[in-house]
T-cell receptor, first 114, second 114 residues
Framework: DGGITQSPKYLFRKEGQNVTLSCEQN?????MYWYRQDPGQGLRLIYY???????QKGDIAEGYSVSREKKESFPLTVTSAQKNPTAFYLC?????????????FGQGTRLTVV | GESVGLHLPTLSVQEGDNSIINCAYS??????FIWYKQESGKGPQFIID?????DKRQGQRVTVLLNKTVKHLSLQIAATQPGDSAVYFC?????????????FGKGTHLIIQP
């Protein structure tokens, strides 16, 4: 089935560690996005990519890094520089780089610092 | 920047009744709007979208109304069912703008009473 897959569903990180969240899509979408969601809050954009080998910072990029080496993959690394990483992370993709088409979301990764 | 907001954080309705979830937007240049449904612990799921050249769009049991004069968007759900319990987000975009994604509201939690 076509879709967007995030893994793992739950992730625990010790303080000072970097962790990488996976996002894979087989929809042949050009654009991919990472959002952070805190309890009772909306979605805040971390990074986005319009095309392979290119990505841009969103509103809250500090403490995060991404890569886009393949069209179908857009992994997010939460670095030790991110002081409050506990949150629900959502990856999305869309056919076009501009937001006038439907966007598909993955099922999310819940990251907890222990 | 301009923001999208929701009037009510929680809406409780009886099973079988119709639900109306409201959303105010402030960016008059926005020309594309989406409603998403997010169940607990899952990623947002696309419900319906509408472009600014339309006032109304209907889907299966859902209707979105757009009033550009007062910058108001609503989602109507007919004959609500227990499975409709979720958080509903509206989001806006300007198709002629950058590719940095949608602007999301904080969401309305819809609770279906038996």
């Amino acid at each position: 089935d076509g879709g967007i897959t995030q893994s793992p569903k739950y992730l625990f990180r010790k303080e000072g560690q970097n962790v990488t969240l996976s996002c894979e899509q087989n929809l042949n979408h050009d654009a991919m996005y990472w959002y952070r969601q805190d309890p009772g809050q909306g979605l805040r954009l971390i990074y986005y990519s319009q095309i392979v080998n290119d990505f841009q910072k969103g509103d809250i990029a500090e403490g995060y890094s991404v890569s886009r080496e393949k069209k179908e993959s857009f992994p997010l690394t939460v670095t030790s520089a991110q002081k409050n990483p506990t949150a629900f992370y959502l990856c999305a993709s869309s056919r076009a780089a501009s937001w006038n088409t439907e966007a598909f979301f993955g099922q999310g990764t819940r990251l907890t610092v222990v | 920047g301009e923001s999208v907001g929701l009037h009510l954080p929680t809406l409780s309705v009886q099973e079988g009744d119709n639900s109306i979830i409201n959303c105010a937007y402030s960016n008059s240049a926005s020309d594309y709007f989406i409603w998403y449904k997010q169940e607990s612990g899952k990623g947002p799921q696309f419900i319906i979208d509408i472009r600014s050249n339309m006032d109304k769009r209907q889907g299966q049991r859902v209707t979105v109304l757009l009033n550009k004069t007062v910058k108001h968007l609503s989602l109507q759900i007919a004959a609500t069912q227990p499975g409709d319990s979720a958080v509903y987000f509206c989001a806006e975009a300007y198709s002629g703008g950058g590719a940095d994604g949608l602007t999301f509201g904080k969401g309305t939690h819809l609770i279906i009473q038996p």
